[in-house]
């Protein structure tokens, strides 16, 4: 199936997705689905509610193959690191952020089996981005109530510019 990316503004970015009781087939198809919906949109990952689906699951590629985690989980963060984040869901506009530089995720792959990664710099910046998509967070909410009051307007002006919002993408889009 394909699927549309949602944007902002979408009210299932903003719901917490549920854990995935049982990595079935339903799961594994969805997960395989969402690998060239990630490529169509020249992400280097998706979750699953960018495209609908509340479920705690995202792929992701930073040029090693396609990957999948189910129900991720941040266990430990250190240090501080300054990046420059888009977001699919946010076609357009990106914004540096702060976040930790490293950290320990689990979760699952498709097989059941735990996935433990110790991720640094722009894998552990997609993780918690991602992660960010599963609990309905966004860039935005990262940015100081000024900044983002500003993002908000800026992207109002730049959606009310284009006639079909669906066909707005941005090359440069860092991350999804
Ligand atoms: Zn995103």
């Known amino acids: 199936m394909t699927f549309e990316i949602r944007v902002l503004g979408d009210p299932v970015l903003r719901q917490t997705a ?3 009781e049982e990595i079935d087939g339903r799961i594994a198809q969805m ?3 969402l690998v060239p919906a990630m490529y169509q949109a020249e992400g280097i ?3 699953a509610p960018q495209v609908g689906i509340q ?3 995202f792929v992701y590629d930073i040029g090693q193959g396609p990957e999948v985690l189910i129900n991720p989980e941040i266990l430990e963060s250190h240090g501080e690191w300054v990046f420059e984040e888009g977001c699919l869901s946010v076609p357009g506009m990106s914004f ?3 976040r930790p530089k490293e950290i320990h995720i689990i979760g699952r792959n498709l097989d059941g089996n735990e996935i433990s990664i110790e991720a640094d710099e722009l894998l552990s910046r ?3 981005h991602e992660l960010d998509h599963l609990d309905g967070v966004l860039l935005l909410d990262h940015l100081e ?3 983002r009051k500003a993002a908000l307007r800026r992207w109002r002006e730049m959606r ?3 006639p079909d919002s669906g066909e707005l993408r941005d090359p440069k889009s860092l991350l999804p």
């Open 31 to 33: 997960a395989t689905d």
């Open 18 to 20: 549920a854990t995935i």
């Open 126 to 128: 997609l993780f918690q």
């Open 96 to 98: 540096e952020i702060v």
């Open 145 to 147: 109530k000024p900044e």
């Open 45 to 47: 990952g998706l979750a």
């Open 160 to 162: 009310s510019a284009i």
């Open 55 to 57: 479920k705690r699951l």
